[in-house]
């Protein structure tokens, strides 16, 4: 308390009696009262004045503060209502931030609520043509899947992994910081859907029978061939990491791509679905060899056949098939471009017989190469540890991921015209 001034404070200077100490107790206190009074207005008088001065700075250090994220201050507002009032304005500027980072996350994730309309997404991460043929797909493989609450993903989550690494072949460790999880989970993510995948989705990839091939076959087939061409065959490479055997390395390097690769060999029906996919060999394997040992001769429907009213099938293929006799001990007859090989040019029926033949031909090599840009995994180059398997009975993990791609290949549409 400031000090109250000597000459405003009267105390009597000879108390008579008992009335007199009273009265003069009451005057002292009457004097302290009105002295503390004058210090209580002069401090009011000094905030107001510095409160005008400073309100105007609280009013903008306010609208700062809730530019700048800051927490608002009671002591800044004139009035409960006003601070009230900045607060409402506070609470939904932050949930629109909120509703923007959600929508940002539910952009960057890969659950069925994100994907779930989104055709073009769908289609850029898996390759096929909309959301429902991709639920299709998880409703076919997810109930042989094993997953428990321990799992970091769900299981549409892992689906999705699995599918982004076979249409982008981006790394593993990429998948793993998408998804949130360590490198080894994501690899064992990948085998084990590759392993479902591949025991469910290769019916896809079937062999047809002649009525039905028949019945479907395009009018480019018709005008040239009939109704007698029964698949179209050729063969891809597929790149791989130079191995550290050297046994290895040669059997596995193509002159033709001078690279390390194996090859694939394909069949495609006259529609445009692929109806064969051959196990893996070494990029020197030739053509005919593969032809010979994968099984697809096997296939081929005897001459004897009566459902058909022919007394063979036609087998289109390319120079390399040189597997005539082997496809005539199965009744069939193998048409491939004419040689010039003895001859300096090709005669006028050569020349439209090979034009008849590469009108139809390219396109197995149209859907090759459909199956590749859809899924850039067969382009590689592939570690060398996916040609081999711990176990000798089990199918190595490229040959079932090439089944894989080319089953998923078939559910989208057909790159041969049907009229």
């Known amino acids: 308390m400031v000090p109250v001034p000597d000459e405003d404070i009267v105390v009597p200077a000879e108390v008579s009696d008992e009335s007199d100490v009273g009265r003069g107790a009451r005057g002292t206190l009457d004097v302290i009262d009105k002295s503390e009074g004058i210090m209580d207005q002069a401090i009011a008088d000094g905030t107001t004045e510095c409160g005008e001065r400073e309100d105007s700075a609280a009013t903008e250090t306010a609208t700062s ?11 800044t507002f004139n009035t409960v209502n006003d601070y009230i009032s900045a607060l409402e304005d506070e609470l939904r500027r932050r949930n629109d931030e909120l509703f923007r980072f959600r929508e940002m996350l539910a952009g960057m994730s890969f659950t069925e609520e ?3 309309g989104n055709d073009n997404r769908v289609h850029f991460y898996t390759g096929l043509p909309s959301y429902h ?11 042989y899947v094993h997953h428990t609450s321990k799992n970091v993903a769900s299981k549409f989550e892992e689906m999705m992994l699995f599918l982004i690494k076979l249409r982008l072949n981006v790394p593993l460790q990429d998948l793993a910081y998408r998804f949130n999880m ?27 029978e002649i009525e039905e091939n028949a019945a479907t076959m395009p009018m480019a087939f018709r005008e040239n061939f009939g109704c007698k061409v029964r698949v179209i065959l050729d063969c891809f490479e597929v790149f791989i ?18 690279h390390n690769t194996v090859k694939f060999l394909i069949g495609i029906c006259p529609l445009g679905s692929i109806i064969f996919i051959s196990s893996s060999y070494g990029g020197r394997t030739s053509d005919k060899v593969i032809a010979e040992h994968c099984g697809i ?17 036609v087998v289109l293929a390319d120079r390399g098939f040189l597997i005539a006799e082997s496809v005539g001990l199965c009744c069939a007859t193998l048409y491939v471009p004419p040689f010039t090989r003895g001859k300096r040019q090709l005669s006028c029926a050569d020349v439209e017989h090979t034009r008849k033949i590469a009108n139809v031909r ?6 090759i190469g459909r199956v590749r840009n859809k899924y850039k995994i067969l382009k590689g180059p592939l570690p ?21 791609c080319c089953a998923l290949t078939n559910l989208c549409n057909s790159v041969v015209p049907s009229c």
């Open 182 to 208: 360590s490198l080894s989970t994501s690899s064992r993510v990948f085998d084990k859907w590759l392993n479902v995948f591949y025991g469910r989705l290769r019916v896809l990839i079937r062999w047809p």
């Open 362 to 367: 390219i396109h197995v090599e149209r859907v």
């Open 241 to 258: 990491h130079r191995p550290r055997s050297l046994d290895v390395r040669a059997g596995t390097w193509s002159h033709y791509k001078h």
């Open 384 to 404: 060398v540890e996916v040609l081999s398997t711990n176990n000798s009975r089990d199918t190595p993990p490229l040959d079932k991921i090439a089944v894989v």
């Open 65 to 75: 503060s809730c530019t700048d994220h800051a927490p608002l201050v009671p002591g």
């Open 114 to 116: 994100s994907l779930r």
């Open 297 to 313: 001769l096997n296939l081929l429907e005897r001459g004897d056949v009566v459902l058909a009213d022919r007394g063979f099938d």
């Open 133 to 143: 043929a991709l639920k299709c797909v998880f409703e076919l493989v997810a109930p």
